[in-house]
């Protein structure tokens, strides 16, 4: 069976959970400068580059995904969010993208498959694929609309280097998440489509758009339909909303996409507002009820956690919707579906 079918398998029998955030678990090791460098050798300081751990002291993200598994997920995102060529350079660590895609993806399928080992239950392992901090879609320069950093054929290139990588350390599936361009997210998925051809074998997408305001829409002016008309083309396992708000602010946007998408719905919202320090203070019985109207809506087939999410938050998601029903995927009719930055449905 293939990733795909036995992901959709599962999907049909429960409600399945993914994990929670990594930024912030990492920070409570209040790891150095030293422990992030590690004996790689690198010009510039490491310290905040979370990525790199899986190079310079890997049992950090291995007691994470071990904590999640052990929480109840099932499925492990690698620690690879700004594992690109883009973000790396400014660490100076570009030259060690590929690699760090690999060992982390190979971290955390080693880690899926013995929890698999103890229990029988499937365990996934999805590639993350972060945005880069580079848009294809605005201009850094409010004198010159005109103008991009990067382009295209280049961002592609980049996605493809990280792709063929996570693909390689035993990523089940590649997770394009915290869309806030939608042009970049569609470089990330021929980037992906690419690699399987390549290799001639089905590589599932999971797609995951953030919101930048409580009207729905992302960066670059998408709102939740349009993107998903946009994108509905790739076929992806997985599409859904990450990171944006908390629970409570994305309710209507995931029932908008609950009732449009022939593919199943994964939401993993932070753990609530972050205070005025920045903190993230929502406690995880307030997380796990609120995702669990989404589900006793029948409205979601995978849950999880952004930022401020731990593994209790994920433990108390897992105990609120053990039990329930899955979402039922819907048979829209068939007719042609363009997105700019709003939907337009051309009718009989």
């Known amino acids: 069976m293939t990733p795909r079918q036995s992901l959709l398998a599962e999907a049909a029998k429960r409600i399945l959970i ?12 209040k790891l150095s400068e030293a422990d992030y460098a590690g004996n790689l050798g690198l010009a510039k300081d490491q310290k905040g580059n979370n990525d790199i751990l899986a190079l310079s002291k890997p049992e950090v993200p291995e007691t994470i995904h071990r904590a999640y598994f052990e929480a109840g997920a099932d499925i492990a995102e690698t ?16 030259a060690l993208v590929k690699e760090i895609n690999i060992q982390s993806a190979r971290l955390a399928r080693r880690i899926a498959d013995e929890y698999q080992a103890r229990d029988g239950r499937p365990r996934f392992v999805a590639g993350a694929v972060g945005p880069t901090n580079k848009t294809l879609s605005l201009s850094p320069d409010v004198n010159d609309p005109g103008f991009r950093e990067i382009d295209f054929d280049y961002l592609k290139a980049v ?15 590649i ?3 915290t869309v ?7 470089a990330g998925i021929m980037a992906a489509i690419e690699a399987g051809d390549s290799l001639r074998r089905d590589v599932p997408i999971m797609l995951s758009m953030t919101l930048t305001d409580l009207s729905g829409r992302n ?4 709102t939740v339909e349009a993107f998903w008309h946009a994108v509905r083309h790739a076929k992806p396992v997985t599409i859904g909303l990450n990171c944006s708000f908390g629970a409570e602010q994305l309710r209507p946007h995931v029932k908008t996409l609950a009732g449009i998408a022939d593919t199943l719905i994964m939401v993993y919202p932070n753990a609530g507002l972050p205070n005025e320090l920045g903190q993230y203070d929502e406690m995880p019985e307030t997380t796990a009820g609120l995702v669990k109207e989404w589900a006793d809506a029948g409205q979601v087939n995978i849950l999880g956690g952004c930022c401020g999410s731990t593994p209790a938050h994920i433990a108390e998601i897992a105990r609120a919707v053990a039990g329930l029903p899955p979402r039922a995927l819907p048979k829209p009719p068939v007719v042609t579906r363009l997105a700019g930055l709003e939907p337009m449905t051309m009718a009989g």
């Open 159 to 173: 996605y493809r280097e990280q792709i063929d990588a996570l693909l390689e350390g035993g990523a089940d599936f």
């Open 219 to 222: 960066l670059s002016g998408h």
């Open 180 to 186: 806030f361009d939608t042009l970049n997210a569609k």
């Open 18 to 29: 993914t994990d929670g955030a990594f930024g912030t678990e990492i920070q409570n090791w």
């Open 79 to 94: 620690n690879t969010f700004s594992a690109n060529i883009i973000s790396q350079a400014d660490y100076g660590a570009e």
């Open 175 to 177: 997770l394009i998440e």
